[in-house]
């Protein structure tokens, strides 16, 4: 069976811009409700990382903006903006395991079920706590890294195809600054 030939730069075009559009708005949606839910409990970092990830979409929807005017430099743009946020996200999950509250733990109520299994792992409920905790924040990392750096990757896949169908040009090599 014959290999499938791909899809035509205006298609691969077509569908960067469209995954942009998603997931710009949908980054900077969520990024401006995290920000203000975490400055209404006063939670500097997260509202931080809330305006981060909003501007982050906001850079992906200005790429899509420059790419649907013609304008190459626009790429360049949903992949910083994927970089910005995982690096904002890596940030924030650094700090974040820094500021352990261990009054979090009286917050908890264990049943004696989950006390027993505590004891029997030689933990205290401290240890547990912070070690769910930590476990969070590396989950929230590597799951940002895989999103964040896989969209990325495809933007940086894209990028001769997004030049070619801005281009007109769809043969021949291309060469890419």
Same mark, same amino acid.
């Given at each position: 069976?014959?290999?499938?030939?791909?899809?035509?730069?205006?298609?691969?075009l077509?569908r960067?811009?469209?995954?942009?559009? *998603?997931?710009?708005? +949908?980054?900077?949606?969520?990024?401006?409700?995290m920000?203000?839910?975490?400055a209404?409990?006063?939670?500097?970092?997260?509202?931080?990382?809330?305006?981060l990830?909003?501007g982050?979409g906001?850079?992906?929807?200005h790429?899509?903006?420059?790419?649907?005017?013609?304008?190459?430099l626009?790429h360049?743009?949903l992949?910083?903006?994927q970089?910005?946020? +995982?690096?904002a996200?890596?940030? *924030?999950?650094?700090? $974040?395991m820094?500021?352990?509250?261990p009054?979090?733990v009286e917050?908890?109520? *264990?049943?004696?079920?989950?006390?027993a299994? +505590?004891? $029997?792992?030689?933990?205290?409920?401290e240890?547990?706590?912070?070690?769910?905790?930590?476990l969070?924040l590396?989950l929230l990392g590597?799951f940002?890294l895989?999103?964040?750096?896989a969209?990325? +990757?495809?933007?940086?896949l894209?990028?001769e195809a997004v030049?070619r169908?801005?281009?007109?040009?769809?043969?021949?090599?291309?060469t890419l600054?």
């Amino acid at each position: 069976m014959p290999a499938k030939p791909p899809p035509p730069p205006a298609q691969i075009l077509a569908r960067v811009t469209r995954t942009a559009v *998603f997931n710009g708005r +949908l980054q900077f949606g969520a990024g401006v409700a995290m920000a203000l839910v975490n400055a209404l409990n006063q939670v500097g970092s997260g509202a931080i990382l809330g305006c981060l990830i909003s501007g982050a979409g906001a850079l992906q929807l200005h790429g899509r903006t420059q790419l649907h005017a013609g304008d190459y430099l626009g790429h360049r743009w949903l992949i910083r903006s994927q970089l910005l946020l +995982l690096g904002a996200v890596f940030i *924030f999950c650094a700090v $974040q395991m820094g500021r352990f509250d261990p009054a979090l733990v009286e917050q908890i109520e *264990f049943t004696a079920k989950q006390t027993a299994a +505590l004891e $029997q792992a030689n933990l205290t409920k401290e240890q547990a706590v912070h070690g769910a905790y930590i476990l969070g924040l590396v989950l929230l990392g590597l799951f940002s890294l895989l999103y964040q750096g896989a969209l990325a +990757l495809y933007y940086w896949l894209k990028r001769e195809a997004v030049a070619r169908a801005l281009t007109g040009d769809d043969a021949g090599e291309l060469t890419l600054h």
